[in-house]
Antibody, heavy 117, light 107 residues
Framework: QLRESGPGLVKPSETLSLNCTVS????????WSWIRHPAGREMEWIGR???????KYNPSLKSRVSMSIDTSNNIFSLKLTSVTAADTAVYHC?????????????WGQGTGVIVSS | DIQMTQSPSTLSASIGDRVTLTCRAS??????LAWYQQKPGKAPKLLIY???SLESGVPSRFSGSGSGTEFTLTISSLQPDDFATYYC?????????FGRGTKVEVK
């Protein structure tokens, strides 16, 4: 199971920080991604982290995104800097068996983030 | 990135109906097309991968087909648990892109 956590409200220009806790399995295998879903729009893959710490990001967000992984605590994290209202969305963490682009076979239920002052 | 267009955006149907959802890609993709089911407040669930392969545990009333730019998800006999929103995803290239979804609602 995957469970997202983090603040539901972030001010414009600040940094959005989310964690994904993995239970019932280990982050030391497979690829771990963040995907966001703005209301009424398509889901968007943000990026992925591998257990070694290597990352790959969506080019459209690359300049503002960083991801990390804590294999000891089975958690991986997302940071998105300089947020604007356009970053308001439900953020999901998800697993893929292979390097993205790939399918996501396990997802968290998502956490809503609103960017507003 | 490849754009994925799903139609219809909403589909009204009854229990037992045969339901077909369509997903069109803005350019030709290989067979790397997946379908997900999502219910409000829940995690998306992978139903089909590689256009027509059923994910483990998914009922056989779900099937996928298609090629090139046009793909379909068919539910052979709609069940109460199937009322949900369905998303397609191409994972052939780029960042992998999703459609905006088709909501299957009670008629």
């Amino acid at each position: 199971q995957l469970r997202e956590s983090g603040p539901g409200l972030v001010k414009p220009s600040e940094t959005l920080s989310l964690n994904c806790t993995v239970s019932g399995g280990s982050v030391s295998t497979y690829f771990w991604s963040w995907i966001r879903h703005p209301a009424g729009r398509e889901m968007e893959w943000i990026g992925r982290v591998f257990h070694s710490g290597t990352t790959k990001y969506n080019p459209s967000l690359k300049s503002r995104v960083s991801m990390s992984i804590d294999t000891s605590n089975n958690i991986f994290s997302l940071k998105l800097t300089s947020v604007t209202a356009a970053d308001t969305a439900v953020y999901h963490c998800a697993r893929s068996l292979y390097e993205p682009p790939d399918t996501f076979d396990i997802w968290g239920q998502g956490t809503g983030v609103i960017v507003s002052s | 990135d490849i754009q994925m267009t799903q139609s219809p955006s909403t589909l009204s149907a009854s229990i037992g109906d045969r339901v077909t959802l369509t997903c069109r890609a803005s350019e030709t993709i290989s067979h790397y097309l997946a379908w997900y089911q999502q219910k409000p407040g829940k995690a998306p669930k992978l139903l089909i991968y590689k256009t027509s392969s059923l994910e483990s545990g998914v009922p056989s009333r779900f099937s996928g087909s298609g090629s090139g730019t046009e793909f379909t998800l068919t539910i052979s006999s709609l069940q109460p648990d199937d009322f949900a929103t369905y998303y397609c995803q191409q994972y052939d290239s780029g960042s992998g892109t999703f459609g905006r979804g088709t909501k299957v609602e009670v008629k």
